[in-house]
């Protein structure tokens, strides 16, 4: 008789488990992906050594003498004709690190700069602190128009005995982070009402707020910075002693407040007829139509495009250079214009691109973070 | 009692209210447009500005070093409005046939099933898009110019092609008398060409019978223009490039402003068609591609007449969006000094003339052409391409 015993049972084979299946379906599952997958390799090869060459291996890291827990660390700092040329020379950051952040504002003051800087990141806090509280819209609000007040009168000084600093000395990272967020908050009000003006039934409104959206959006940025710096003042009868940073402020509002109306004008769009209706059968007349119904269903479904929008208005603050004013790009040749670091732009560029780069992906990122939660199609 | 009724009933009125609302508005634009408009001209004549066109006859002075018509410093301003606008609209339809391109490809790598490839892909999108242009154009100038070698060492390939400091030089055809034959031939090709294709395709209307016309096609469009060409005579020869003391002489070059801000466009504009073809092909229902299959479609039938045809109608407008935004970014060549619209006329000729009301309203004007035309385009292409419902 027979005896059954249960056999152990059989491994899969090692090319369908683990490491060697993934690699087999994911790189190497057909002569086509073979090929790819070591063309794709080879492009790796050829470009990524170099690169973490330049920027790390054969780099220069001497920061000068530092003690750390009574160590000391470090040798003297390195100048601009021992740093060598064939790789980065990180020293050089090190020392316009101040440049890059502050531009010309007087180093004295530069604690009113920081201050905002950690007001800027309270910020992000008290917003997910007061996340759950009974009166959230109202703090958030009060904040938003608080604190804008309280940083420009931080930064730019003349009150409460605090010294002022001009505005042409404002440059750097300060700049670029000033310029883009008066831009957003400025232009954001003025977005809504062209918006709203281009959805209106009355015709003069209509077409002006058209007329407005659809001219700004065809023309380039830069023809606009160009018009505010150029013709704007002549519009005014004080002529031409004009901030120099206003007059890029107003064109960066004025531009930004078309592409934010176009954002806004898709979420009122978004609204069903019947918002509408309801909210003019309760007899509400049209401000607190828009501003109780409306407008709070139109701007939440268009935050994801409003960050979007507002992301680009980020990477155009760089164009302001080209009518003079000292951002953070602009740094990059004066600071290798420097006698003493002559010649040094690679690194100047490589660490503003990867500055703002840092600041772009992480909006980015938020944005998209944002769009899955304020997306209601049952997708997941 | 009554009258004062109907006063208020007057002043409540929804319509009275529109109306009186559009005249306070039209009033209150009327009055900025008038205050501006006349500060302007007390500024205009206390600062002795000119006014009018009259500058644009006027001798330019200065020399461009990049044009693809004639021009001396001798020429007048509006000769500069027109190598501007044609070097304006050459960086554009490079940039847009590159972003293409290069769009096209890492769109579809980013839906490849091979890991790496996607990932690679992803990572090209993240990395560019996230850098403003601006600095993307200045650093691929600043590093061709520091890079490359000059004139005398410059890389040689096969004498024919070099690249140094001053630009890439590139053999260029120049056409004897009898080439137009060749032209009309190439075109006489796509005439034909077209033609053949209608007839086998109702002739596969008809009987179900497929002809592979891919052969006929290549041999009509390049193979008649290559026969007439040779016929002919070969009606052509190349201007090769020549080192001539510090700087090479012949050929055509190109500058490396043009190559900076070319490349510089269509690396940023690419992330955003690819994006665009990405969420186009992602678009395209699962079932579309299953019932391809169970007709017997193969898969390149499924992917050719099923799954582009509607991939195309998603990714084709925003893709179209972004070639205007790549004309209007191609103005950001005013940092580098490549001269076309806005850096040559917008810029130079300002600073000289300074009447820049006059200046940059004309340059704001051919964008906004550009602009029209591209939405032009879009509405037409949107008609065409939407869903015919019956």
């Known amino acids: 008789m027979a005896v059954y015993e249960q056999q152990e049972l059989r491994k899969p084979p090692i090319s369908q488990v683990g490491i060697v299946r993934w690699l087999r379906v994911n790189l190497f599952s057909s002569r086509v992906n073979i090929g790819l997958t070591l063309a794709a390799l080879y492009m790796l090869y050829i470009i990524i050594p170099p690169m973490l060459d330049w920027m790390i291996f054969s780099a220069n890291f001497n920061f000068g003498e530092f003690s750390f827990l009574g160590f000391e660390f470090g040798e003297v700092m390195a100048t601009n004709t021992n740093c060598g040329r064939t790789a980065a020379c990180w020293p050089f950051i090190y020392e316009k690190l101040d440049m890059f952040v502050y531009g010309f504002y007087p180093r004295d003051l530069v604690w009113r700069v920081n201050t905002v800087f950690a007001m800027t990141a309270m910020l992000f806090v008290i917003v997910r602190l007061v996340r759950n509280y009974k009166y959230s819209a109202k703090v958030l609000l009060t904040t938003f128009v608080v604190f804008p007040i309280v940083s420009f009168y931080l930064i730019g000084g003349g009150v409460f005995g605090l010294e002022e600093v001009k505005t042409h000395q404002w440059g750097g990272l300060t700049l670029t982070l000033v310029i883009a967020s008066v831009g957003i908050l400025v ?3 003025i977005g809504i009402l062209l918006a709203l003006g281009r959805q209106s039934n009355l015709r003069v409104i209509n077409f002006f707020s058209t007329i407005y959206i659809e001219f700004i959006r065809a023309v380039p940025l830069i023809t606009i910075l160009f018009m505010a710096s150029f013709v704007l003042p002549l519009f005014f009868t004080g002529g031409m002693d004009f901030d120099k940073l206003l007059r890029a402020l107003i064109a960066i ?3 930004q407040a078309a592409y934010f109306a176009e954002v806004v004008r898709g979420g009122l769009q978004a609204i069903p007829t019947g918002q509408y209706e309801a909210a003019d059968a309760i007899g509400l007349n049209y401000v607190q139509k828009n501003a109780l119904i409306i407008l709070p269903q139109a701007l939440k479904i268009s935050i994801p495009n409003l960050v979007g929008s507002s992301i680009s208005l980020f990477k155009d603050t760089t164009l302001v250079l080209i009518i003079g004013l000292m951002d953070m790009l602009a740094m990059v040749n004066m600071t290798a214009n420097d006698i003493n670091w002559l010649g040094r732009e690679t690194e100047g560029f490589v660490f503003v691109t990867m500055t703002m780069w840092i600041f772009l992906y992480s909006m980015s990122r938020y944005s998209k973070k944002l769009e899955v939660r304020f997306s209601t199609d049952h997708k997941n | 009692m009554k009258q004062e009724k109907s ?3 007057f002043l409540n009125n929804n319509e009275t209210r529109a109306i009186a609302f559009q005249i306070i508005t039209l009033l209150i634009i009327a009055f900025v447009f008038y205050s501006g408009i006349s500060n302007l001209m007390f500024n205009i004549e206390a600062r002795e500005i000119h006014t009018g066109f009259a500058f644009l006859s006027n001798r330019a002075g200065f020399d461009i070093n990049e044009s693809m018509i004639a021009y001396t410093p001798e020429h007048s301003n509006l000769q500069v409005f027109y190598v501007g606008l044609i070097n304006t609209l050459v960086v554009a339809v490079v940039g847009i046939i590159c972003a293409t391109a290069i769009g096209l490809v890492i769109g579809i790598a980013r ?13 090209y999108i993240e990395l560019f898009r996230n850098i403003p242009i601006l600095i993307q154009i200045l650093f691929w100038y600043n590093i061709a110019l520091l890079t490359l070698p000059s004139p005398k060492g410059s890389f040689n390939f096969f004498d024919s092609v070099f690249i140094n400091k001053r630009g890439i030089y590139v053999p260029e055809p120049i056409s004897e008398p009898g080439f137009i034959w060749v032209l009309i031939a190439f075109a006489l090709g796509i005439v034909l060409t077209i033609f053949m294709k209608r007839h086998f395709g109702q002739k596969q209307d008809k009987t179900g019978v497929h002809t592979n016309t891919l052969g006929y096609s290549i041999g009509l469009i390049f193979g008649l223009p290559l026969v007439v060409f040779f016929l002919l005579g070969s009606p052509m020869y190349f201007d090769y490039p020549a080192l001539t003391g510090f700087n090479f002489t012949g050929g055509r070059t190109f500058t490396p402003e043009f190559l900076a801000l070319a490349f510089a466009l269509s690396v940023y504009t690419a992330t955003y068609i690819a994006e665009a073809i990405r969420s186009g092909i992602e678009a395209v229902d699962k079932g579309q ?22 991939a195309l109608r998603v990714a084709i407008p925003p893709t179209i969006n972004q070639y205007l935004n790549l004309t209007k970014n191609s103005s950001l060549a005013t940092a580098i000094g490549y001269p076309e619209l806005m850096s040559a006329f917008g810029g130079t000729v300002l600073n000289q003339v300074g009447q820049a009301v006059e200046i ?3 340059t704001m004007a051919v964008y906004l052409v550009i602009s029209l035309c591209i939405s032009l385009l879009l509405n037409i292409v949107n008609k065409k391409m939407s869903i015919k419902g019956r």
């Open chain 1, 187 to 189: 232009s954001f009000p």
């Open chain 1, 253 to 255: 509002t004025l531009f």
């Open chain 2, 7 to 9: 006063l208020l009933s």
């Open chain 2, 111 to 123: 839906l490849s099933n091979n890991w790496l490839i996607s990932k690679l892909a992803g990572g």
């Open chain 2, 289 to 310: 591609k299953e019932a391809a299959a169970a007709l017997g479609l193969t898969q390149t039938q499924s992917l050719k007449l099923v799954v582009l045809p509607q």
């Open chain 2, 360 to 362: 940059l309203g004309m």
